[in-house]
């Protein structure tokens, strides 16, 4: 059974079509690199497995379902709420005048006990023959309105990061203001229960969980080997360990598989070296590892398998060894940049 | 724990301020109302980084929801706690209402539509005067329980506690998340536009408190012009010149901004005329026409260079000066 | 008047201020998408140019009406276009690397101050050109373009002013996208909204395009504004508020950053504005024209021509 299977994806911006028809099959525990070169859409893929891309057309099915919002019973339920609410407004800002009028002004004399069943019969007398017209418009608005806004949403990264898909990013996106210890805090949010009151009155849950959360970000940093630095702004860290954050935020997610998107860019030998170290360890965890590397030494130790993207289409795919070998590969990537291979 | 005592020497400071000073006391407690519309504003702009102009509608329905419900020409006549309090829960609801179609906007169209709601506000208070009596605002309403200043002062520091509570926690910690980076926050499961939403809610309703409090204080709703933009603006004033982000540095904006506008242009403008070194048919003289003159260059000269505000919040300030110019 | 004419009647009045929005939104639109700001001092900005146009035709009594409006026509574009340039120049070019909200915030300073450059302006006790009035009350336009119908007896009214509006609005609509489309500065204002850092490798100045932005931008506020004056011969200080929230309602309705979108907008906008005050009320015309920017919002977040943002990750 596979964890993360992309079945013809394609992605066209305007006229550019980034990824074409790419289908990846990832089994669990499985260390996978995507490489290729420049421009050949594997941060594509990456934006379209973790939601932040609507794909143009083909399918992600993680864990056996779709990442994207399911049209649930329940948000069926919220869309006919929300029509409800809106009809009920619109017909409430129809007749305010005259409702009130019939029910307020009409019944209340000043200083004297307000007749509270009086004035509903007025009320209701007032809206008979004025409501099904403004009740239904707003029905329909809420309706569709809810529909469009939630059809738009449906594919977002939050569906696909509870879902237990994880990511770093190229251009390393830290919340840079923010402790190390934050941003470590900030990827295991998901997992916490404190809620608006909790917080708010500080109540026991919420002195409990802050607790119990650092020491649980502290074990993650310790993970990667960060521990020391937990009091840090985010900013401030050397750039190796910037990277290193980032896997840490990550997989405090708790997420099923990791999606690192060229987590060697800019690391001396030695520290590519404790990187490969640090993967191994995270699939040791049980962790998936999908990564995108331009470093062939790194790709070449430590993968499972290797998928060769080029022109947004695959041209190879197979264990380290075959794809090195594969005549098209070297012709598309590995021949134009022998420096690297 | 120092910093904690530091807070309590403040509040029992002003505790004993109208002991003091009495009329001090009295400058204070629209101050007061204005730092609760500010916080509001604060959680938005300062914390989620999302730009509301429009807290004078929502400070508008506090205003009139809480007359409609106290005043004796309506049946209604809650007394002072259950009006605020349905007061607070109208103006999370209104915050509701117009964030639930709107939050997913990018920010700019976002800070349009709440001006424009801010707009129609005032409008709609203006058309239904069979309801809140038109210009003339609905009046007169009963006075507060016990003292003002008092009332105020409790009210404030219940609001700074709650935000600070807020700030200090998983909540303030995903909203600063999502001003710094709202993609990453969400590829980190996080729900940006329900943490947006309840922002925003949360903002709406302390400004609806802001209006009832400012109505109880006038015993009167006021009239719909009362709530304009220009409200809105010295609510942003307030935030941007104390610094964004920080509630000690709202509190101190509240003082300066409103300070500057309630107290230095009207003695000055008290202190010419009963001197006759102006007339009041010369426009050019009077300082109080100055006054949008003044706030701009206050907007435009902390932008340039002190856009971190007064007392700024460390994230801004770190923002702002190791800014790297962005790279796409 | 029949139904149908009162119909009619209304199209054309919707039409005509429909377009003096467009010109303003306009502005709104290129600023918007060269530099992702929204100019709040825009609306303002063509205040200052009614009051501008105000006071020249104050000192111009003398000449021919038809030397008034051409002499308005051209002076008060270049006035409010250089003053556009000018607070890019001062205020907003510092900015663009600041925090995201700190160009917004500062154009909004430089509205408060142009407001208020209007209200003492208006207060000038402006005897000498014999139209002096308190600082706040409107002020009159003199009726430079006659109120006939050019229609002869009809009972619909197509006045010279309608005229006018459509005289001069059609023409630098044409102008302009003619500009953008072909030019080297529009070629330029192009590339730089698309990519700055890419415009910027290409060897384009990128200050210089934004300011050019402005101010041309600022110009077709001017226009408008002028426009605008002879149209409705009622000016006051305040009225940059609400022109400037239309246009930009008219922008974001069309889709920012569009050309022809923002003139869809100013139409949609003028002609609601217009059918709302004949058969709903006036009073709630305003509420009418944001419950329609909402529900286009909803539906269309990106406006009706606008494109969708997409961010780069």
Redesign the interface.
């Known amino acids: 059974m596979s964890l993360l299977k992309i079945d013809r994806l394609t992605m066209r911006f305007g006229g550019l079509v980034a990824v074409d028809a790419v289908t990846l099959d990832i089994a669990p525990n499985e260390i996978v690199s995507l490489i290729g070169p420049n421009g050949a859409g594997k941060t594509t893929v990456f934006n379209a497995v973790t939601g932040v891309y609507e794909p143009t057309a083909g399918k992600i099915i993680f864990n056996g379902h779709e990442t994207r919002r399911e049209l649930t019973g329940k948000t069926a339920l919220a869309f006919s709420l929300v029509g409800f609410i809106t009809a009920v407004v619109a017909v409430i800002l129809a007749n305010l005048e005259t409702v009130w009028e019939a029910a307020v002004t009409g019944n209340y004399t000043y200083r004297q006990p307000f007749p509270w069943t009086k004035a509903l019969a007025s009320a209701q007398e007032t809206l008979t023959g004025h409501w099904l017209v403004p009740a239904l418009s707003g029905l329909f608005v809420g309706v569709t309105g809810a529909w469009a806004v939630w059809e738009r949403s449906r594919r977002a990264p939050e569906i696909a990061a509870r879902a237990g898909i994880a990511r770093t990013f190229q251009n390393i996106r830290l919340f840079n203001q923010m402790t190390v210890l934050d941003n470590v805090l900030l990827g295991m949010d998901t997992h916490l229960r404190t809620r608006f009151w909790d917080a708010a009155l500080r109540l026991p849950l919420f002195w409990r969980e802050r607790k119990h959360s650092t020491g649980k970000a502290l074990e993650t940093l310790r993970f990667v080997g960060l521990e020391h630095e937990a009091g840090q702004l985010a900013e401030n860290l050397a750039y190796g360990h910037q990277r290193r954050l980032e896997i840490a935020r990550a997989l405090a997610m708790n997420p099923k598989i990791i999606l690192l998107d060229e987590p060697a860019a800019g690391l001396n030998p030695a520290e590519s070296k404790a990187l490969m170290d640090l993967i191994q360890r995270i699939r040791q965890r049980g962790i998936t590892v999908l990564l995108i590397e331009h470093d062939m030494q790194v790709v070449m130790n430590i993968s499972d398998r290797v998928i060769v993207l080029d022109y947004g289409a695959k041209i190879a795919e197979g264990d380290p060894a075959t794809v090195r070998a594969n005549p098209a590969v070297i012709e598309a990537y590995l021949g134009k940049s022998d420096a690297r291979a | 724990m120092s910093k904690l005592k530091f807070h309590w020497a403040f509040l029992l400071i002003a505790a004993f301020i109208p002991a003091i000073s009495p009329h001090f006391a009295e400058l204070l407690r629209p101050i007061f109302v204005m730092a609760i519309l500010a916080l509001g504003l604060n959680i938005l702009t300062g914390f989620t980084g999302i730009l509301n102009l429009g807290v004078a509608a929502f400070m508008a329905v506090g205003a009139y929801s809480y007359a409609i419900l106290t005043c004796d020409i309506y049946p209604f006549q809650l007394n002072f706690g259950c009006a605020t309090g349905t007061t607070v829960l109208i103006g999370l609801l209104a915050g509701l209402a117009l964030g639930l179609p709107t939050i997913r906007l990018r920010g700019d169209y976002l800070a349009i539509v709440t001006l424009g709601f801010g707009e129609i506000v005032q409008d709609t208070l203006k058309n239904l005067d069979v309801i809140t009596k038109g210009t003339q605002g609905i009046n007169p309403l009963p006075p507060p329980p016990f003292s003002v200043y008092y009332l105020f002062l409790a009210f404030l520091t219940l609001v700074v506690l709650l935000n600070r509570n807020l700030q200090r926690s998983r909540i303030g910690r995903t909203w600063i998340a999502i001003r710094e980076d709202e993609l990453a926050a969400s590829c980190m499961g996080i729900n940006p536009m329900k943490m947006k939403l309840l922002a925003f809610s949360l903002g709406a309703a302390q400004c609806a408190l802001a209006g009832a409090l400012w109505a109880s204080y006038l015993g009167s709703s006021g009239e719909p012009g009362n709530y304009d933009f220009q409200v809105s603006i010295i609510a942003l004033c307030i935030v941007i010149v104390g610094g964004m982000g920080n509630i000690a540095g709202v509190l101190l904006g509240a003082l300066v901004v409103m300070g500057f506008n309630s107290i230095v242009l009207e003695t000055l403008t008290n202190f010419l005329k009963s001197h006759q070194i102006i007339s009041s048919s010369n426009v050019f003289t009077a300082p109080g026409n100055w006054k949008y003159l003044l706030f701009g260059l206050a907007l435009i000269l902390m932008m340039r260079f002190r856009p971190e505000g007064l007392l700024p919040s460390k994230q801004t300030k770190a923002e702002l000066h190791h800014h790297e110019p962005p790279k796409n | 008047m029949s139904g149908w004419e009162v119909f009619l009647q209304q199209l054309i009045i919707g039409l005509s201020n429909g377009m003096i929005i467009a010109l303003i939104a306009l502005g709104y639109t290129m600023v ?1 998408g060269i530099v ?1 700001l ?1 100019n709040f001092a825009h609306g303002d900005l063509f205040m200052l140019g009614s009051f501008l146009a105000l006071t020249i035709v104050g000192l111009c009594t003398a000449l021919p009406v038809f030397v008034v409006v051409l002499l308005l026509l051209t002076l008060t574009p270049l006035f409010s276009g250089g003053l556009n340039w000018l607070v890019d120049r001062l ?1 907003y070019r ?13 154009a ?10 209007g ?2 302006w208006g ?2 006790p402006m005897d000498v050109f014999g139209l002096g009035k ?2 706040a009350a409107p002020k009159d336009f003199p009726v430079l373009v006659s109120n006939d119908n050019l229609l002869g007896d009809a009972t619909v009214q197509f006045t010279a002013k309608d005229a006018l509006v459509f005289v001069v609005t059609i023409p630098l609509m044409i102008g302009l996208t003619w500009f953008v489309k072909r030019t080297r500065t529009g070629k330029a204002m192009r590339a730089v909204a698309q ?1 700055q ?1 890419a415009a910027e490798l290409m060897g384009i100045n990128v200050d210089r395009v934004v300011g050019q932005t402005f101010l041309i931008g600022g110009g077709l506020a001017g226009v408008a504004s002028v426009v605008f004056a002879l149209y409705n011969n009622t000016i006051y200080f305040q009225m940059g ?1 609400r022109a400037g ?1 239309d246009a ?2 008219a922008a ?1 309705l069309g889709g ?1 950053g569009s050309l022809p979108g923002a003139v869809l907008g100013g139409l949609c906008i003028g002609l609601a504005r217009a059918f709302s005050d004949q058969y709903i ?1 006036t ?2 015309t ?2 009418i ?2 419950t329609i ?3 286009v ?3 269309r ?1 990106a406006g009706i021509l606008g494109s969708k ?5």
């Open positions: 918007y992702e929204i205020a510092h900015l663009r690397h600041s925090i995201r909200l700190a160009p917004l915030v500062s909004i300073g430089v509205s408060f101050v142009f407001l208020n450059v209200l003492l207060g000038v308190a600082a990519d850092t508020y929230m930009f309602t974001v920012i009320a009073g709630w305003n509420v024209v944001f920017l909402v529900l919002l909803v539906f977040p943002h997409r961010e780069k990750v």
